[in-house]
């Protein structure tokens, strides 16, 4: 796109928020969208493979269901993907439903994609966790008056996750199951 492409490790800030908002900081609004079109081109073949599962993640959410806990998936990401991205790693089994955003940008607002999410389900806010790694899975929770856990092991900082309001957190996927009691 003709704009400086920053290391690889200056770009962690775009994991997590919506495609086009971080686009609209890298580029500029006027080519957000074109730069949105330019990443999808190849994420949709490749990239979304490249994905690396956390140690013990499988092995978590076979815990958490085993015991009976109702898991759902509510990412940023377009459902069309994340399926696709669970499908590959086997993980769909662990999940009732898996919520995402649509392609044209509906509901990438983790707030009205959690609000869309309780309300399929009929779930209210104050009974359920939502689980995450980034400001933007903290501050969609507060608002949805849903409790956070802030995994620590994610893309996100401790910092960034207490200045969204988070205040529980899981070190390491063995600790969601502990972490997810002592919230109940």
């Given at each position: 796109m003709g704009a400086p492409v920053p290391e690889k490790d200056a770009l962690e800030w775009c994991i997590g928020p919506p495609l086009f908002e971080s686009f609209e900081k890298l580029v500029g609004v006027e080519r957000s969208e074109e730069g949105v079109v330019l990443y999808r081109e190849r994420f949709g073949d490749v990239g979304l493979f490249e994905n690396e599962l956390y140690a013990g993640v499988p092995a978590a959410l076979s815990s958490l269901v085993a015991a009976g806990t109702r898991l759902f998936v509510a990412s940023s990401k377009p459902k069309v993907y994340v399926d696709r991205i669970l499908d590959h790693f086997d993980l769909t089994r662990h999940f009732e439903e898996v919520y995402g955003s649509e392609l044209d940008g509906t509901r990438t607002d983790k707030r009205e994609l959690l609000f869309y999410a309780l309300a399929e389900e009929g779930v209210p806010g104050t009974e359920a966790t939502m689980i995450g790694d980034r400001g933007v899975d903290a501050v969609g929770a507060v608002h949805n008056g849903m409790a956070f856990l802030g995994v620590l092991y994610g893309y996100g900082s401790r910092e960034e996750l207490e200045?969204?309001?988070a205040n529980h957190f899981a070190a390491?996927?063995?600790d969601l199951?502990?972490?997810?009691?002592?919230?109940?």
């Open positions: 200045r969204a309001g390491s996927p063995d199951f502990a972490s997810l009691a002592g919230r109940s």
